[in-house]
Every structure is written in C-alpha cells, then in structure tokens.
C-alpha cells in the first residue's frame, strides 16, 4: 500500500526531465559542442571575474600609461608583442598604454551583455507576436503578419545606425543596444512561433485542452509553451552570435559603446590604423570575437541537433546500419 505522496511523484517528474536527459544524453556526444561549452564558460566565467582580474593584476582598464608608448613614433608601445611584459600581460593599448589584458575582459562583458540581453528581448516579443498570430482569429494573423513581414523587410544595420546615431550620447548604451537590436530582429523568432502554434493546435492534447474548458492563454501556456521550447531555444542560439557580430558592428561604426568603455568592436575600430606597427592590438580582439561567434555557432547547432528527435532519429538509423553491416 502506497502513500498518497509516493504515485504522483514519478509522473510529474518524467514529463518535465525525460526530454531534458535524452538531449542532454545526445549533446555529449558530440566533442565539439563540449567543447564550445567549456569555451563559453571560461569566457563567461572571465567576463564575470574581470574586476577581480584587473585588480589582481593591479591595472584599470581606462588608466593611461604615457610612459608606457612612444611618443615619437605615433603611440607605438615600447618592446614586443604590443608592451607585454609581467605588468601588462598582453601588452597595452597603442597611443594610450591602457592595459589591453583588462580591457580585452570588459570588453567581453559589453558584447555578452548586448548580445544576451537583445536575445532575451527578441525570444519575448517573438513570443508574444506569434502566438498571437497563431492563436488569434484570421483578421489577427493577417495584421500581425503583415507587421512581421515589415520588420523582417527592413534594413536592419540601417536602421540600427540610425536609431543609435539620434539619441543622447548619456543614455546609456549598452541598454540602447539591447534595445535596438530587440526591437528590430524580433520578426524571425514570431515567424517561428506562428507556423509551430499552427502546427500544434490541431493536436489531440491542444484539442483536449480547449475541450476541457481551458481558454487560449491557459492552453498555450500549459500546453503549447513547452513544445515551443525546443524550436526556440534552437533559434535563440543562434540569435546570440549574430547579435554579438551586430554589436561589434555597430561599435566598428562608432555609434556603439562610446569610449572609454571598452568593446571589442570599437576597438578595431581603433586598431585598424595600427596594424602594421602593432598586430597584437588587432589580432587580440579578432580572435576573441571569432572564437566566440564560432563556440556558439557551433553549441548552437548541437542543441538543435539534440532537441530534434527527427534528427535524433536519422542518427540512430544510421548507427543501426552501420553496426548491421
């Protein structure tokens, strides 16, 4: 004989993990999506700890350093390897001296904040657009997605520059960068949500919802959310390197992060006339911006991968094959 707490235990459990462990299951097999993880985690883990790095190598990232470039040639920094020494761990800012170690890490927080904050804004929207589009009534879809295709039609980059050029240069811009990028890339994820919503509400589960007396909302948050989460979560790690590229454009273009918060798209910007007399100043935030734009590229489409069962299938079908033959 049981107890009325013991039945009820297993069967809220499995719903809620069993998709969870069998993606997790297929993600770590693949090397490469582990390692991508274990590379965002030490950059995040990096972006998170650069004020207690900066003070432990005892630098600020906007203290300049005169005496630490020369002058005569144009700010070119003294020794190799842009100034590296056990001071300046990867050297110092060229025409500054600022210490590009702990910039490099400030940097990474401005681009990871832009790029996850602006995501966060388009998977909501996205959301709320789509489902309204799906749920809603005939007239509804068709004025949501004439609206959607508007924004999809726009020129983003275009509109972004022209958003962050008229406002206040003290507003700030971090959170005008999330903003903007929000407000303007939110249309792919409703597209999405929409033509899974359609999908979904002919299914006997969305029927039996209605049926029993829930209303539109209410089925859609019990019962549609949790199949969108896959199909989402995939779009949105995607979304986050493309915003991380934007982010740095739009810092490229100087209507970004203003100085002298770092960012590593303002400074190429700055590194781009520093090229030959200090490659290091260029390379740096380059690689940074590459590896990272790849790891989550990479992660991205892991996860897609793992949430798909379809895909999960044909792998498996394949497996089967091969261990026949």
Avoid: C
Avoid at 34 to 39: F, G, I, N, R
Avoid at 101 to 113: K, T
Avoid at 149 to 175: C, E, N
Wanted: glycine share 10%; charged share 15%; net charge positive.
């Amino acid at each position: 004989m049981t107890t009325p707490t013991d039945t009820p235990a297993p069967v809220a459990g499995t719903p809620a993990t069993g998709p969870a462990r069998q993606a997790w299951r297929r993600l770590r097999t693949r090397p490469a999506a582990l390692a991508s993880a274990a590379v965002l985690l030490l950059l995040v883990a990096l972006a998170l700890a650069a004020p207690l790095l900066a003070a432990l190598a005892g630098q600020d990232p906007n203290t300049y350093h005169d005496d630490l470039v020369d002058s005569a040639r144009g700010g070119v920094p003294y020794g190799a390897f842009g100034g590296a020494s056990t001071d300046h761990w990867l050297g110092v800012e060229p025409g500054t001296g600022r210490d590009l170690f702990v910039r490099l890490l400030h940097g990474a927080r401005i681009s990871l904040l832009v790029a996850v904050g602006a995501t966060v804004v388009q998977v909501l929207l996205g959301l709320l657009v789509g489902l309204a589009a799906g749920l809603g009534n005939r007239w509804i879809d068709a004025t949501l997605g004439r609206i959607t295709d508007v924004f999809l039609a726009l020129p983003f980059l275009v509109l972004a520059i022209a958003l962050t050029a008229v406002v206040p240069r003290d507003f700030p811009r971090p959170l005008l960068l999330i903003l903007v990028i929000g407000l303007l890339g939110w249309a792919g994820t409703s597209r999405i949500v929409r033509a899974q919503t359609l999908t979904l509400k002919g299914l006997d589960f969305v029927a039996a919802s209605r049926l029993a007396g829930s209303g539109r909302w209410r089925t859609a948050r019990r019962e549609l959310l949790p199949s969108l989460a896959a199909p989402v979560i995939t779009y949105a790690a995607i979304l986050v390197p493309t915003n991380i590229v934007v982010e740095a454009s739009l810092s490229f273009l100087g209507v970004g992060v203003t100085p002298p918060t770092p960012s590593w798209g303002q400074m190429l910007s700055t590194a781009q006339t520093w090229f030959r007399a200090d490659p290091a100043y260029v390379l740096l935030p380059a690689g940074l911006l590459f590896t990272t734009v790849l790891a989550f590229t990479v992660l991205g489409d892991a996860v897609r991968t793992a949430l798909d069962p379809r895909e999960a299938g044909r792998l498996g079908v394949g497996t089967r094959k091969e261990t026949s033959r």
